[in-house]
């Protein structure tokens, strides 16, 4: 079931965002955008603390201009670098998303320069994910040319109605007052925050099991991706331990337990003859 939150300019308080939250909301959309004299919608630390202990998680999008991304490649690369950069000065965990904003009517003859720009972005900020925000046709054409590698957030500007299925997040309405909390928003839904890479600071919270399982996963790939060192396999080591009984021939990825490398040392004959250790009183 899809969850619901909100997206704004206007930084928020600790306090709105306790209403937001007893309001039902899960999440809230915030600025990454240049660190300049008077950019009153920048988000900082602060701020994403106080969203945080609320209990509400984080979407972020790089903004420059509305029409950054048609730019293309080198606009990309510094916007990628500032967004870094935001993120290792907001404590960002690396499994959130940083969506980059295609804030306008974007038209297909634009879409290759906007591919430009978010493949630039995505080659600046390090373990991060990267996303892109726009129009149907915007996440459509995103899409085709990135797969699963990029994250979705889709606006209802320019969408004509049409909703992609790629989205992670959809923003449904736009400059909507909530009066409870004295706040002009735009109303998103997301079907799993995971997913759209929302996060919190919330580090200290048990992992559950199925967390756990999904860092395992990444890190089995991850190490299954590492190439063999060469001389590991071309000096055949492996196959005549295991053909003289020093190994027994079974995971060779493996690390070795210290129980286990006490029995390879006593079958090398290495332990026999040896004194006893008297430690010292």
């Known amino acids: ?89 907001l404590g960002m965990p690396t499994d959130g998303v940083i969506y980059f904003a295609v804030d306008y009517d974007a038209q297909p003859a634009e879409f290759d320069a906007v591919a430009a720009y978010l493949k630039a972005a995505s080659q600046q900020v390090g373990e991060y994910k990267i996303g892109v925000y726009g129009s149907y046709k915007v996440i459509e054409a995103m899409h085709q040319r990135f797969g699963d590698s990029m994250a979705y957030w889709q606006c209802v500007a320019w969408s004509y109605g049409k909703i992609s299925e790629h989205h992670n997040v959809y923003q449904a309405e736009w400059n909507v007052r909530i009066p409870e909390a004295g706040h002009t928003v735009d109303i998103n839904t997301c079907p799993d925050m995971d997913a759209a890479g929302l996060w919190s600071y919330e580090e200290d919270e048990e992992m559950s099991y199925e967390k756990f399982k999904e860092h395992m996963k990444r890190y089995e790939t991850e190490r299954a991706a590492k190439p063999e060192p060469a001389w590991s396999e071309d000096e055949g080591a492996w196959d005549k331990a295991s053909a003289k009984g020093v190994m027994d021939g079974t995971r060779p990825e493996d690390p070795v337990k210290r129980v286990e490398l006490a029995a390879v040392i006593d079958r090398l004959g290495l332990l026999d003859g040896l004194p006893d250790r008297k430690d010292e009183v």
Request: hydrophobic residues 45%; proline residues 4%.
């Open 1 to 89: 079931m899809a969850v619901k939150g909100i997206d704004c300019a206007a930084p928020l308080t600790a306090e709105k965002a306790r209403i937001f939250k007893d309001l039902g909301y899960e999440f809230v959309g915030r600025y990454f955008c240049p660190d300049t004299p008077g950019n009153w919608k920048r988000l900082n630390k602060p701020e994403a603390e106080a969203i945080s202990a609320a209990g509400l998680r984080l979407l972020c999008v790089w903004e420059t201009t509305a029409a950054r991304a048609g730019e293309g490649m080198a606009a990309g690369a510094v916007d990628g670098a500032r967004a870094y950069n935001q993120a290792l000065e």
